[in-house]
């Protein structure tokens, strides 16, 4: 069951208090609220993963505006809602003010998350079970405020807060004593943020400067899963089963910093004008970690067996970047215009953290010397990045139906990574400097020869070196776009696009390519009645080289994907009733093989000017070609009312 929420809570009642006061002088309102059933068999878990729609009262749309250009404390508000309730995300909207003296917004928004996919990362499917040792249930909240003083004003003083929340309950998995073992956990993390700051409007020239100070508290705690202590690997390891009977650990991140943002715009004539922004801002963070296990286990690093382990972890890290752009734009001649940006920014990392490891009961492989053993790890790692880059735009003005444009850019990146010896597992590149630049080259052509439009535009990056696996080295896209519309009662959109990507350095070796092509078409025979046909084809292919980690030999990964979809629907308006309904099938025939069919069937009559109602039917069917345990069939049947006025 949803709790309620008391930021909703206040909200909701600041909302209320407001209309009441300002109902006689409404302008605008509508009010859409209603009741979802649903009935579904087979994957729950899958189908709160994809959709995760549930039972209840659902508020489809609350919509209010009202103005009173003579009151004293506001002369205008408007509220927005949709969401909450069975819907899993909701949001509200506030919008309060009086003119040229200030403006006052503050919007919510609230969404359910869920993960719990049966085929991912479960070593145990092959027994039967799922969903599977990795899942996420999240509820998020986000509160924004934005206070704006003398709008309209030369200058205007700014006042904001912002706070994100995200809380609730998983699983996941952790490694020791050579073999896997399932937690349950519960996250909590909590993000803040006040701001103020000062725009300026004078002629032809506009600015902005904000100062923000943001605040972030992030825990974590796990415990072992109940029954989950004899781990994922029943093979005994040296001759003795790996087991734990019990395990807690605290995971406590946080940090505080300034943001300094501030961006301009100035039109020095009429074929000129400027723009450009920067951002500074000096993260400091701390992480503390703490763990407390028991049971019967071995360590290769140690060389010995042990019976429980205590471990703290304590680290801080430094973040300090920032960036400035500035572009101009000009006409100098009356068919062409020209523009160009120069953007640099640095940023860099600087951590470090030192590992405490109490090791308990220890015994040799032989079962003697018993005692304790302390461990101790230090790491420093640094990264820094300077990057440059600057692009050139012309296009084409006055041309009639014809439209043309080209652009270039250039970036240089700069990057200095200093890990620590503790950290390379596998020799290798994992620090460095690199120096790598990309070029980037598009162009593209319009015809707007009524009641024909056609759009072609193509796209390259090439980089003369790859600093990480899945860096292209050349990357192309060509996309196609076609309009058509034959008078009032027709009209065709196609589109095509092909991408193709390269790393051919030895030991990565990536390859990406993909097609895609579709097609809708709409179709108005009669003024009552439409309807829609649509198709939609891509293709997806990739390979890189991985290392395998039972011996660390090099062999080729492949992922294809083939998609395609179909959709059909119709509308049809005889007052005072409107129906709309259709289907869809997404297929997959790709690595993971899945179908998902959709049927609907919407159907709106309005009993008088003000008053109607909505009734609604949508089926969702999935299906996967190998894990049938993951198929989901889920219908929903939807009664609304609706009062606008």
């Known amino acids: 069951m949803l709790k309620p929420q008391p930021t909703l ?88 003010g009086h003119a040229r003296i200030y403006e006052l917004r503050i919007s919510y928004f609230r969404a359910r998350y869920f993960s719990a996919l049966p085929g991912f990362a479960n070593p145990l499917l ?46 996941t998995t952790y490694h020791v004593g050579q073999d896997e073992f399932r937690l349950n956990s519960r996250t909590d993390e909590t993000t803040s943020e006040a701001r103020a700051g000062v725009g300026l409007h004078f002629s032809g020239f506009q600015a902005t400067v904000t100062e923000a100070w943001r605040s972030f508290d992030e825990r974590d705690a796990s415990s072992l899963s109940p029954g989950a202590g004899g781990g994922n690997d029943p093979a005994p390891v040296l001759g003795q089963d790996q087991t734990l009977s ?42 503390s970690e703490d763990e407390v296990l028991a049971g019967n286990l071995v360590s290769f690093e140690l060389a010995r067996f042990f019976t429980g382990l205590n471990q703290t972890t304590n680290a801080h890290a430094s973040a300090p970047n920032w960036r400035g752009v500035a572009r101009v734009e000009a006409e100098p001649f009356g068919d ?14 600087d951590g470090a953290a030192v590992i405490t490891s109490l090791y308990t009961g220890t015994f ?43 652009d270039v850019a250039v970036v240089d990146q700069d990057l200095t990574v200093s890990p620590d010896a503790a950290e390379i597992v596998v020799p290798g590149g994992e620090g460095g400097r690199f120096d790598r630049t990309l ?8 015809l707007d020869a009524s009641p024909v439009k056609v759009a072609l535009d193509w796209k390259e990056d090439s980089s003369d070196e790859t600093i990480v696996r ?31 990507g390269d790393n051919p350095v030895e030991g990565a070796k990536y390859t990406l390519g ?84 959709r049927t609907f069937a919407h159907c709106d009559v309005d009993f008088t000017s003000t008053l109607g109602a909505s009734l609604r039917f949508d089926r969702y069917k999935y299906s996967e070609d190998v894990l049938a345990v993951s198929d989901f069939d889920a219908k929903r049947y939807g009664v609304f009312l609706r009062w606008h006025e």
């Open 126 to 171: 092959v027994d039967g079970i799922v969903p599977g040792e990795h899942t996420e249930s999240r509820v998020t909240q986000n509160l924004d405020l934005d206070l704006e003083l003398l709008p309209g004003s030369q200058v205007t003083p700014l006042l904001g807060f912002s706070r994100y929340h995200i809380d609730g309950p998983g699983t």
């Open 470 to 500: 899945t860096d292209f080295a050349d990357l192309k896209r060509w996309r196609l776009r076609a309009d058509w519309e034959a008078a009032k009662f027709l009209h065709l959109v196609g589109t095509a696009e092909r991408i193709d």
């Open 246 to 287: 019990s395990l807690s650990r605290r995971d406590h991140s946080d940090g505080s910093y300034a943001v300094t943002t501030g961006s301009f715009a100035g039109t020095l004539s009429d074929r000129l004008r400027v723009t450009g922004s920067f951002m500074k801002s000096d993260l400091q963070s701390s992480l």
């Open 336 to 349: 062409f215009e020209i523009s160009g940006g120069y953007s640099r920014s640095h940023r860099s990392v």
């Open 514 to 597: 993909t097609r895609h092509y579709a097609a809708d078409l709409d179709v108005m025979p009669l003024e009552a009645l439409a309807l829609r046909l649509g198709y939609g084809q891509y293709k997806t292919d990739t390979a890189i080289t991985i290392r395998v980690p039972q011996n660390f030999s090099l062999a080729p990964s492949l992922f294809s994907e083939n998609g395609e979809e179909k959709e059909a629907s119709a509308t049809v308006k005889l007052a005072p009733f409107s129906i709309e309904a259709g289907v869809s099938r997404f297929d997959n025939s790709g690595d993971i093989g899945l179908r998902l069919d």
């Open 439 to 446: 070029k980037r080259w598009s162009a593209g052509v319009s």
């Open 9 to 96: 809570f206040v909200l909701l009642l600041a909302a209320a208090l407001v209309t009441a006061s300002a109902a006689a002088q409404s302008t605008h309102f509508s009010l859409g609220i209603g009741y979802d059933w649903l009935s579904l068999s087979g994957n729950e878990d899958m189908y709160k993963s994809q959709f995760n729609q549930g039972q209840g009262l659902a508020l489809e749309d609350l919509s209010f505006t009202f103005t009173d250009p003579s009151g004293d404390l506001l002369d205008r508000v408007h509220i927005d809602a949709a969401g909450f309730g069975a819907d899993p995300e909701g949001r509200l909207r506030l919008e309060v």
């Open 364 to 406: 040799n492989y032989a079962g003697l010397d018993p005692r304790d053993l302390t461990t101790l790890l230090t790491s420093a790692t640094a990264m820094e990045r300077d990057e440059t880059s600057w692009d050139a735009k012309v296009s084409s003005r006055n041309l009639g139906a014809l439209r043309l444009w080209a």
